[in-house]
């Protein structure tokens, strides 16, 4: 079992930064593949980036790349979302979820474990 808890949303201006960061608990992180993943009222989760159990592979959102990036730091058991030119389309409840296997994936119903999402919201 894998709890992840999300933090670092908040209110930020269009075209400010914000860190999102997931903490894991247990002593298998290095073995997680991570995703970071959004929705907004009314609208489906729809997915922002992924990482691989190394950090060696990337995966993002067309309208996020260049914007966002998604790390890892398996010594502190914590996946990073940065996110930079911030849109008022990207605000959204954002979740951090885990996949029992090292393969990054784009799919929400491939991820095993969720995090209870916080919010950012981006003022024009």
């Known amino acids: 079992q894998v709890q992840l808890v999300e933090s670092g949303g908040g209110l930020v201006q269009a075209g400010g930064s914000l860190r999102l960061s997931c903490v894991a608990s247990?002593?298998?992180?290095?073995?997680?593949?991570m995703g970071w993943f959004r929705q907004a009222p009314g609208k489906e989760r729809e997915f922002v980036a992924a990482?691989?159990?190394?950090?060696?592979?990337?995966y993002y959102l067309a309208s996020v790349k260049g914007r966002f990036t998604i790390s890892r730091d398996n010594a502190k058991n914590t996946v990073y979302l940065q996110m930079n030119s911030l849109k008022s389309d990207d605000t959204a409840a954002y979740y951090c979820?885990?996949?029992?296997?090292?393969?990054?994936?784009?799919?929400?119903?491939?991820?095993?474990?969720w995090g209870q999402g916080t919010q950012v919201t981006i003022s024009s």
């Open positions: 247990g002593r298998t992180f290095s073995r997680y593949a």
């Open positions: 979820a885990a996949r029992s296997t090292s393969t990054a994936a784009v799919t929400t119903r491939l991820y095993d474990y």
């Open positions: 990482i691989s159990s190394s950090g060696a592979t990337t």
